[in-house]
């Protein structure tokens, strides 16, 4: 952690007026175990903002509350101010799309078809132009997979656009994951661990996607728990630890922080979440090991 | 004595066209401790073989008529015979092929060996039933005539000839060293994939489907007018031989990528089969089973497109073909009708597959917010309860609606445009009975759930239903709304369903509640739509149309094991479970599913597209 924070950085955001997504007051309750605890977050446009926080802090969980995945015990996501119903086709529809920690592309799909599946809340066509296959219907095809071609060539995946998406070496369905998020256009793209088991060179890849995203006027919630990642790309970095946010901050004052050190290093700071409470989320955690993190319970 | 695995080809005209590896594999039977003299050994005994099995089906093979199919005659082979005298020829084909005799070398573009092998394995297999089965339906072997000897000779040559030739793939590489007979005779089995063909003009690909289709619709009609009892099991087992060889030889997967180069041709060739089928029968009876069949394999493409494609579990699907069967039942005029009314034909069809579609929605709207298990449990529960719902609305325990158990007999004949299904047409100097005018009718609607299910399969809703089946919960976080497209499946089943009832009210005459179970010996009921899309192929259109014929004929066919028959069934699909869980027709997804090669999805050309893959976005009609 002694980056040159400033080396490399994209020009700062030109629009830092409209906040895309204001989350507030966000708790989030699995029986009596709170894995996220009133926890406030603006992301505004053409931002970066970066997640950290260390193992079972919460950070998923908290995408999962903002995806609609969960529904957050108490408290409300607003996306361009509006407040987001609990239903995360819906929150996709509203224009936030997500990757996840554990790679979930539809491994039997080819990499066009996953990316066309990305396009479903933009297009339209319902079963019946299916059936009569008009030329709307072969319009809209058209202009669907030539947009998800695009987002290929963008990602760098062409070549491969015929193979399965389970053949895909782990790199590339990371990027496969972002360009079908991105083929449902949305205003806010969150990542969960989007270089986690990359090579340096892949994730100086991803570093530069995820700039290029930014060019493309879309705002980036990223969980990382690759600091250098973090601290070069984000303009923000908010940190959670136990379920809440210790500090939010630029990346310089986040990295200076003693208390982010604290908590990365395990030791106990004062104030904050109890033993008691800490030891419940250990041994939580303990419990849910090799369960899948991503799998929210069904919930309409 | 068997490790030397360097192949010389015996020609360098061969030698060049060969794509695949130059080395070959261990024979499974050495007869030669040169590679060069046991590759001699192997073919002069196979073609040995086969021309003696030839010869042998010249010959009378028993004395008396009294074995099904008159197997008395000299210079006349018939019934097995003619099976026989099939597999000889298709044996003898191979060997030449495998031989790389000009002309005849496209028969096998992949495995050579290999398909030879199980060719004279289908040979051996359907001689030696047939002389089985002389011998206990006629008490004993001296009931042979000679021959019958010439044949048993001759398929038992042939195949120690093919077992003599060395493997199509090289040994593998130390680890699993090949060395019991049972390994080398597994690894002799195993083919190279199919090379790149050499492009033909499309007329002689279209020529060639074509053709495909026509052997199809021969074999089909062959498998249907096959006598009950040994006649038909010969077929089926030369089929269970025969077609896996060809299989190896890598013809199915050419016939893929013409199949899928040229889309509407083949839907076209194979529909005109299928309309020319009962052209080519003269007894009721079988033109019977064929209307049966083919409403039967609708009814499955249509829980295909609920179980392949969106992942629905659906185990009480039958209950919306008994939906569609009531409704046009109660609408068609028949006495027995409570509602007493008469509509024509095509307002039977579509208040069917209404009524089905809100069945569907009434069913589907509560139990799709279950997953897994639980949704199969209940939509069991629904089927069972449509059924006994039924049953009970006979005036006794409810309001008569039904008539019980009695059902609904004497649905009159359908009768369009002063054309009256029920009597006999002629057209081209062809009788076209009763049966054969259903099947002509059912065929339409057949083609319409052929469409339905290739169209929506290529589409926006499509790819969603198939993510849903991926991974529903990326699914949803990809904006799909993930129940709605359920129910959507979900209810579209049911009316395909529904539509196939009201045909199949009319074909049957009646309708009873006991006909419409969840499992039954006989087609159609839930259990047995089930095996035919798994059997045939989830995901796919000719899966489960194959796989519900094979479903429907082999019980149809062989009345006198009726009582094992769910036994046998249930062999059959575990063997099939074990070794070859994609089913019969692979789904190109599911093979890469279960059979991890890495490579097939590659294409071969990046610039050419893939050849054998359709193209997404490709819309055709
Ligand atoms: N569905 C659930 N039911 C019960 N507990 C859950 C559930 N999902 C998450 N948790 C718990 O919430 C806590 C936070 O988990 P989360 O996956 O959000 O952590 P994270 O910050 O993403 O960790 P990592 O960096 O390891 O991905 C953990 O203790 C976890 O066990
Ligand atoms: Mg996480």
Redesign the interface.
């Known amino acids: 952690m002694t980056t040159t924070t400033t080396t490399g950085r994209a020009p700062a955001p030109r629009d830092t007026g409209g906040a895309v997504l204001e989350a507030s007051g966000v708790t989030m309750r699995f029986g009596g175990l709170t894995a996220v605890r009133d926890v406030d977050l603006t992301v505004r446009a053409g931002e970066i903002v970066g997640l950290i926080g260390p193992n079972g802090a919460g950070k998923t969980t908290f995408f999962n509350c903002l995806t609609g995945l969960y529904i957050p015990t108490e408290g409300t996501v607003r996306y361009r101010g509006t407040v987001l119903p609990h239903r995360s086709h819906l929150v996709t529809q509203a224009g936030i799309a997500r990757t996840f920690q554990n790679i979930r592309l539809f491994a039997n799909m080819t990499v066009l078809e996953n990316v066309l599946v990305g396009r479903h809340t933009r297009t339209s066509e319902g079963l019946f132009s299916a059936l009569l296959r008009g030329p709307r219907f072969r319009k809209a095809e058209r202009d669907s997979e030539d947009r998800a071609m695009e987002l290929l060539d963008f990602t760098g995946l062409t070549d491969k656009r015929d193979h399965l998406a389970r053949n895909l070496p782990y790199g590339e369905q990371r990027k496969l994951e972002i360009a079908r998020a991105l083929a449902s256009e949305p205003g806010l793209l969150l990542l969960d661990e989007p270089t986690a088991g990359m090579t340096a060179v892949e994730t100086t890849a991803t570093r530069e996607l995820v700039l290029a995203i930014r060019e493309q006027g879309t705002a980036v919630l990223v969980i990382e728990h690759d600091m250098r990642f973090i601290f070069n790309l984000c303009d923000r970095v908010a940190v959670l630890v136990q379920g809440q946010k210790l500090i939010e901050g630029s990346p310089e004052t986040v990295q200076m922080d003693d208390r982010v050190i604290a908590a990365y290093l395990g030791t106990p700071f004062e104030g904050e979440p109890g033993e008691a409470e800490a030891a419940e989320v250990r041994a939580a955690e303990a419990h849910s090991t090799g369960t899948d993190a991503d799998q929210p319970e069904e919930g309409n | 004595m068997t490790t030397q695995g360097s192949h010389v080809t015996t020609t360098g005209k061969a030698a060049t066209t060969k794509p695949h590896t130059p080395t070959a594999g261990p024979a499974p039977l050495p007869l030669g401790a040169d590679p060069h003299t046991a590759r001699r050994l192997g073919r002069g005994l196979t073609g040995a073989g086969a021309v003696l099995a030839f010869a042998g089906t010249m010959l009378p093979w028993t004395w008396t008529a009294e074995f099904p199919g008159d197997l008395t005659l000299a210079l006349y082979p018939a019934g097995l015979q003619l099976l026989t005298l099939a597999a000889s020829v298709l044996t003898a084909a191979l060997l030449l092929a495998s031989a790389g005799v000009r002309g005849l070398r496209w028969l096998t573009p992949g495995g050579k060996h290999s398909a030879l092998l199980l060719m004279t394995l289908a040979n051996l297999g359907v001689t030696w039933y047939t002389a089985g089965a002389i011998a206990v339906e006629l008490g004993g072997i001296v009931n042979f005539e000679p021959g019958m000897w010439i044949g048993l000779a001759g398929t038992l040559v042939a195949l120690v000839g093919a077992l003599a030739l060395p493997a199509d793939l090289p040994p593998e590489p130390d680890g699993t060293r090949a060395d019991g007979a049972w390994h080398r005779l597994r690894h002799a089995l195993k083919a190279p994939p199919p090379g790149r063909s050499a492009p033909l003009p499309g007329w002689a690909e279209i020529l060639l489907i074509c053709a495909a289709c026509a052997l199809g619709l021969y074999v089909f009609a062959y498998g249907i007018e096959a006598e009950d009892g040994p006649p038909f099991i010969g077929f089926l087992v030369l089929a269970a031989f025969a077609f896996p060889a060809l299989g190896k030889a890598g013809l199915p997967r050419r016939l893929s990528v013409l199949a899928a180069r040229h889309r509407t041709a083949t839907l076209g060739a194979a529909f005109v089969a299928a309309l020319l089928f009962p052209l080519t029968q003269s007894n009721e009876a079988y033109t019977n089973i064929a209307v049966s069949v083919l409403i039967f394999a609708t009814v499955a493409l249509g829980l295909n497109m609920v179980v392949g494609l969106a992942g629905i579990l659906d185990l009480g699907y039958v209950a919306f073909l008994g939906v569609g069967a009531y409704t046009a039942a109660l609408v068609s005029g028949a006495e027995t009708s409570s509602l007493g009314l008469h509509v024509p034909f095509w307002a039977a069809v579509l208040i069917g597959a209404a009524v089905a579609l809100v069945f569907g929605l009434v069913i589907g709207f509560p139990s799709l917010?279950l997953?897994g298990d639980y949704l199969a449990i209940v939509t069991l529960g629904f089927g069972e309860i449509f059924r006994i719902s039924v049953q009970n609305l006979d005036g006794d325990s409810g309001p008569n609606v039904t008539n019980g158990p009695n059902g609904i007999p004497n649905i009159p004949d359908l009768e369009i445009l002063g054309f009256n299904f029920g009597e006999e047409h002629a057209f081209l100097g062809f009788e076209l009975g009763r049966f054969a005018n259903y099947y002509l009718l059912m065929l339409l609607f057949t083609a319409i759930v052929v469409?339905?299910f290739r169209?929506?399969d290529n589409?926006?809703?499509?790819?969603?239903w198939?993510?849903i089946r991926?991974?529903e919960?990326?699914?949803?976080?990809?904006?799909?709304?993930?129940?709605r497209l359920k129910l959507?499946a979900f209810a579209?089943g049911a009316t395909l369903a529904g539509m196939a009832g009201t045909v199949l009210a009319h074909v049957e005459f009646s309708v009873t509640p006991e006909s419409y179970k969840f499992v039954h010996t006989a087609p159609p009921n839930s259990a047995f739509l089930l095996i035919a899309v798994i059997l045939g192929g989830m995901g796919t259109v000719s899966g489960p149309l194959i796989g519900a014929a094979l479903l429907y004929l082999i019980p149809a066919k062989l009345q006198f094991m009726a009582d094992y028959q769910l036994l046998l069934f249930g062999i059959a699909l575990i063997l099939l479970m074990r070794f070859r869980p994609e089913g019969l027709i692979a789904d190109r997804?599911?093979q890469?599913?279960f059979h991890e090669t890495?490579q097939l999805?590659?294409?071969l050309d990046?610039a050419a597209?893939?050849p054998g893959?359709p193209?997404?976005?490709k819309?055709e009609?």
């Open positions: 917010r997953h469409t339905v169209r929506s589409s926006r809703i499509g790819r969603a198939i993510a991926e991974d919960t990326a699914a949803r976080a990809m904006g799909v709304n993930a129940f959507m579209l997804r599911k890469l599913e890495g999805d590659v294409p990046p597209g893939t893959l193209r997404l976005g819309t009609a």
